[in-house]
């Protein structure tokens, strides 16, 4: 199995920081790497795909770089309706797998 | 808008079979280079993929739980199920079902909460 790994597994902060998290996989998975953003008692919202790309609505704040064994999640100025918990996840084997998530509260 | 609705039993007895269906509107099953899959997530914790099943019935599945499971499609109802045997409560769970396309899951069912209990 490929083994995602996110850090930090939370952050605190504020209206208007720029946020950057990390995930990690155990062998190299190109750009098969997902992000999404899922708030409490609702469903996984796909924000970026293929490491890099911007899903259809997404706000332009949201990034995403990396390939290989090294991603990053990057939010440019953190918006109240940004706080949730975040996943990465990848798609490069038979066995997709999913990072531990990575959750972002208001300072 | 495509859209999906999982439906099935709240709860279910230890030993017993967990079944759910997900019911695709808005668009075919049946349309090519789309898979249709499930993925779970325990009261509190991460997201667990399942597995998923192409239109014409291939599958792939988690190899943690592939002697238990079983993924099917009814392309006549516009439906795709989960059969998930011998529960424990380690299987107490939001199962979503989610459309897929070259590994990226775009469309989500609200999910539906699935309690082992006696």
């Known amino acids: 199995d490929i083994q995602m790994t996110?850090?930090?597994?939370?952050?605190?902060?504020?209206?208007?920081?720029?946020?950057?998290?990390?995930?990690?996989a155990s062998q190299s998975i190109s750009t098969y790497l997902?992000?999404?953003?899922?708030?409490?008692?609702k469903a996984p919202k796909l924000l970026i795909y293929a490491a890099s790309s911007l899903h259809s609505g997404?706000?332009?704040?949201?990034?995403?770089?990396?390939?290989?064994?090294?991603?990053?999640?990057?939010?440019?100025s953190l918006q109240p309706e940004d706080f949730a918990t975040y996943y990465c996840q990848q798609s490069s084997?038979?066995?997709?797998?999913?990072?531990?998530?990575?959750?972002?509260?208001?300072? | 808008q495509l859209q999906l609705q999982e439906s099935g039993p709240g709860l279910v007895k230890p030993s017993e079979t967990l079944s759910l269906t997900c019911t695709v509107s808005g668009g075919s099953i049946s349309s090519s280079s789309y898979y249709w899959g499930w993925i779970r997530q325990p009261p509190g914790k991460g997201l667990e993929w399942i597995g998923s099943i192409y239109y014409s019935g291939t599958t792939?599945?988690?190899?943690?739980?592939?002697?238990?499971?079983?993924?099917?499609v009814d392309t006549s109802k516009n439906?795709?199920?989960?059969?998930?045997?011998?529960?424990?409560?380690?299987?107490?769970?939001?199962?979503?079902?989610?459309?897929?396309?070259?590994?990226?899951?775009?469309?989500?069912?609200?999910?539906?909460?699935?309690?082992?209990?006696?």
């Not at chain 1, 996110?6 to 990690?24: E, F, H, W």
């Not at chain 1, 084997?93 to 300072?107: A, D, N, P, R």
């Not at chain 2, 592939?66 to 993924?71: C, F, G, N, V």
């Not at chain 2, 989960?82 to 396309?101: E, G, H, I, Q």
């Open chain 2, 79 to 118: 439906q795709f199920s989960l059969k998930l045997s011998s529960v424990t409560a380690a299987d107490t769970a939001m199962y979503y079902c989610a459309r897929s396309v070259a590994g990226v899951s775009d469309y989500w069912g609200q999910g539906t909460l699935v309690t082992v209990s006696s």
């Open chain 1, 6 to 24: 996110q850090s930090p597994s939370s952050l605190s902060a504020s209206v208007g920081d720029r946020v950057t998290i990390t995930c990690r």
């Open chain 1, 34 to 41: 997902n992000w999404f953003q899922q708030k409490p008692g």
């Open chain 2, 60 to 72: 792939y599945y988690n190899p943690s739980l592939k002697s238990r499971i079983t993924i099917s």
């Open chain 1, 93 to 107: 084997s038979t066995l997709w797998t999913f990072g531990q998530g990575t959750k972002v509260e208001i300072k």
């Open chain 1, 58 to 76: 997404v706000p332009s704040r949201f990034s995403g770089s990396g390939s290989g064994t090294y991603f990053t999640l990057t939010i440019s």
